[in-house]
């Protein structure tokens, strides 16, 4: 599965960012570890829901495969307005936005498929990956996707979680995994559009556990009895 993001600004430089992720796994290709920047050692600005000790783990495998893409835009504001177009293996996007909102797609895949235990819950999102998805779009999606797991969980016999309670708890995780790659983004790279970009992403986080907790059954998402086959 090949995501290949072009982007150009104005004044003519164009950036192309390939996302490879191997379609069985979800999992990103995998990167030799060598070269990479200090802030992915695992014990730099280690968020406090981390499962994994810099003794077998010398480098965060989220950071670490986000150092080259982030590298890439050190030098960029968040509100620089681009053309970006997205090449899927089921079609192709196209849209005019702010870099900030690029990068958010961007990141949002790579963090998802990088193999950090913290993101393996919205692991299956990237099969179906959505480019420049809305706070709409990601809230269905988050929720839709994991009932859709729940469903194959009671198929196996195994416990459904109806409720979203372990979603909402690996929000809350995810939330503290934001904010320490932020500080990571924070200490090397002078300009901001890394930084914002992961910000979007926690506050679509945030928004998902507040559409679970707020959220109420209405007319237009539920068939009456008399509607039902």
Same mark, same amino acid.
């Given at each position: 599965?090949?995501?290949?993001?072009?982007?150009?600004?104005?004044?003519?430089?164009?950036?192309?960012?390939?996302?490879?992720?191997?379609?069985?796994?979800?999992?990103?290709?995998?990167?030799?570890?060598?070269?990479?920047?200090?802030?992915?050692?695992?014990?730099?600005?280690?968020?406090?829901?981390?499962?994994?000790?810099?003794?077998?783990?010398?480098?965060?495998?989220?950071?670490?495969?986000?150092?080259?893409?982030?590298?890439?835009?050190?030098? @960029?504001?968040?509100?620089?307005?681009? #053309?970006?177009?997205?090449?899927?293996?089921? /079609?192709? $996007?196209?849209?005019?936005?702010? =870099?900030?909102?690029?990068?958010?797609?961007?990141?949002?895949?790579?963090?998802?498929?990088?193999?950090?235990?913290?993101?393996?819950?919205?692991?299956?999102?990237?099969?179906?990956?959505?480019?420049?998805?809305?706070?709409?779009?990601?809230?269905?999606?988050?929720?839709?996707?994991?009932?859709?797991?729940?469903?194959?969980? @009671?198929?196996?016999?195994?416990?459904? #979680?109806?409720?979203?309670?372990?979603?909402? /708890?690996? $929000?809350?995780?995810?939330?503290? =995994?934001?904010?320490?790659?932020?500080?990571?983004?924070?200490?090397?790279?002078?300009?901001?559009?890394?930084?914002?970009?992961?910000?979007?992403?926690?506050?679509?986080?945030?928004?998902?556990?507040?559409?679970?907790?707020?959220?109420?059954?209405?007319?237009?998402?539920?068939?009456?009895?008399?509607?039902?086959?």
């Amino acid at each position: 599965m090949l995501y290949k993001y072009i982007i150009n600004f104005e004044g003519g430089e164009e950036k192309t960012v390939s996302i490879e992720i191997d379609p069985s796994s979800l999992n990103l290709q995998p990167r030799q570890e060598a070269g990479f920047p200090d802030w992915a050692l695992l014990d730099c600005c280690k968020c406090s829901v981390c499962p994994y000790d810099s003794a077998e783990h010398k480098y965060c495998p989220l950071a670490m495969n986000l150092a080259e893409v982030t590298k890439m835009f050190r030098d @960029k504001a968040s509100t620089e307005v681009v #053309d970006a177009r997205v090449v899927s293996p089921q /079609r192709e $996007y196209f849209k005019k936005t702010s =870099l900030q909102n690029v990068l958010s797609s961007i990141i949002g895949l790579y963090m998802v498929t990088s193999g950090c235990p913290v993101m393996n819950i919205l692991k299956p999102m990237a099969r179906h990956h959505l480019p420049f998805s809305s706070l709409d779009e990601t809230i269905y999606r988050s929720m839709s996707s994991y009932l859709l797991q729940q469903y194959f969980r @009671k198929r196996l016999g195994l416990e459904p #979680d109806w409720e979203f309670k372990k979603l909402t /708890r690996a $929000y809350e995780d995810i939330g503290v =995994l934001n904010l320490a790659i932020v500080e990571r983004l924070s200490k090397t790279y002078a300009k901001d559009a890394n930084n914002n970009a992961v910000i979007i992403l926690d506050v679509f986080a945030k928004m998902v556990t507040m559409t679970i907790d707020q959220s109420r059954p209405t007319k237009e998402y539920i068939l009456s009895e008399k509607d039902r086959p």
